[in-house]
């Protein structure tokens, strides 16, 4: 790694924890503020060689941070994934009554063996 590279890696290590922080101070989601800190210091890394003041790093960063929470809810971040094609996990419903009587005694026999061996007790299946 060259000095750029081990400057950034320091600095990242150090402040990730607090810019996470920040970022769910802005959007109540852990999951949603670590994707903000990882694409504030992404951004960071990419003017890292341009950055002359490293005393006033931590303001920057956090401007980066807001003006990406910002930008991603102008544009609706749920509407960049798009899902295609047809949802094939969808339940399908049994053919006949048959078909349904058989799936019930299936899952009763799943029920009897798992009660059996685990010693659960139950009060017995009325349909």
Same mark, same amino acid.
């Given at each position: ?5 081990? #400057?950034?890696?320091?600095?990242? =290590? ?8 920040? #970022? ?5 989601? !852990? ?6 800190? *990882?694409? =504030? ?6 003017? &890292?060689?341009?950055? +002359? ?18 930008? $991603?809810?102008?544009?609706? &971040? &749920? ?6 094609? $047809? ?10 009554? $048959?078909?349904?009587? /058989?799936?019930? *005694?299936?899952? /009763?026999? /799943?029920?009897? $063996?798992?009660? =059996? +061996?685990?010693? !659960? ?5 009325? &349909?």
């Amino acid at each position: 790694m060259g000095d750029r590279d081990t #400057a950034f890696a320091a600095y990242f =290590a150090a402040r990730s924890a607090a810019m996470r922080g920040t #970022a769910y101070l802005l959007c109540g989601d !852990w999951h949603r503020a670590e994707d903000l800190v *990882q694409t =504030a210091f992404t951004k960071l890394y990419l003017v &890292w060689n341009r950055v +002359s003041r490293h005393e006033v790093l931590d303001a920057y960063v956090r401007q980066i941070l807001v003006r990406t929470f910002l930008d $991603e809810r102008r544009r609706g &971040w &749920w509407r960049r994934e798009r899902v295609g094609g $047809e949802q094939t996990d969808r339940p399908t419903p049994p053919e006949s009554p $048959e078909t349904r009587l /058989v799936l019930l *005694q299936a899952l /009763v026999a /799943v029920l009897v $063996e798992t009660s =059996a +061996s685990t010693g !659960w007790t139950r009060p017995p299946l009325q &349909w």
